[in-house]
């Protein structure tokens, strides 16, 4: 029986809805999947075969690379079911029927204890993503980074001033005066977000594994066809650079 907390809390970041909730560890192989990624990670820290820019992304991660029989891959099966309840719950609080068939397809784990870099990125072939953070010591580790996607922030200098006069802030309400938006997030948390919202992710040296897991969410029905399967289901902001 799958069970859902009612500790969640729905909000919108620069208006795009967020859920973020805590999965019980006891509905799914949680020691499980952590000692595969954990024997993974100890194999190599710098497992990255995704990223196509050169920001530098050095995380351990299993994008791209999920073939690869050095490194198995965590037994999902029950993960995924767990994942249903607070999917279900934030499409409801979207307004969507009830009715709609939704696919869930975990698309990534990363796993880093040095200081590291995911390098900034959207989710592609999909409506909406989530990150659960699996492993996270909040006093060791830091949370995903969301990056405001209003386009003034570039040149209304005028935001210091505001911000000043506020002064430091974890309300979201605020987050329209940040170029950046870190929830504070603990071990077992899950945050929903839509595909869209680019984000990154450091970490720093940390006696705790840093574990997260990625998915995306596509919603399907009768009247509104799903977009085709795309390559890559996390795209960099960055292109490839074509020399040097
Ligand atoms: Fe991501």
Redesign the pocket.
């Known amino acids: 029986m799958l069970t859902f907390k009612e500790n969640n809390k729905f909000c919108y970041l620069w208006g795009m809805p967020i859920l973020i909730t805590k999965l019980d560890p006891k509905e799914y192989n949680k020691q499980e999947i952590l000692k595969t990624i954990t024997d993974n990670y100890d194999k190599d820290p710098d497992r990255e075969v995704w990223a196509s820019s050169s920001m530098g992304t050095n995380i351990h991660h299993s994008l791209e690379d999920i073939n690869n029989k050095n490194f198995p891959v965590p037994d999902y099966t029950k993960l995924i079911k767990a994942y249903q309840i607070p999917t279900q719950h934030y499409i409801q609080q979207l307004g969507f029927n009830t009715s709609v068939n939704v696919e869930q397809h975990i698309v990534n784990y990363t796993a880093s204890r040095k200081e590291a870099f995911f390098e900034p990125?959207y989710?592609t072939g999909c409506k909406f993503?989530m990150?659960h953070y699996v492993q996270f010591n909040p006093k060791e580790n830091s949370g995903t980074v969301f990056m405001n996607p209003y386009l003034h922030n570039e040149y209304w200098q005028e935001r210091r001033h505001i911000r000043k006069n506020i002064g430091v802030t974890d309300d979201v309400s605020h987050s329209w005066i940040y170029d950046e938006w870190k929830f504070p997030v603990e071990e077992d948390d899950i945050i929903i977000f839509p595909a869209p919202l680019k984000?990154y992710v450091k970490t720093y040296p940390s006696k705790t594994l840093r574990v997260t897991i990625?998915m995306n969410i596509q919603l399907i029905d009768k009247d509104f066809a799903t977009i085709g399967s795309e390559l890559r289901s996390?795209r960099s902001m960055f292109q490839k650079p074509t020399s040097g």
């Open positions: 990125h989710h993503s990150v984000h990625s996390e």
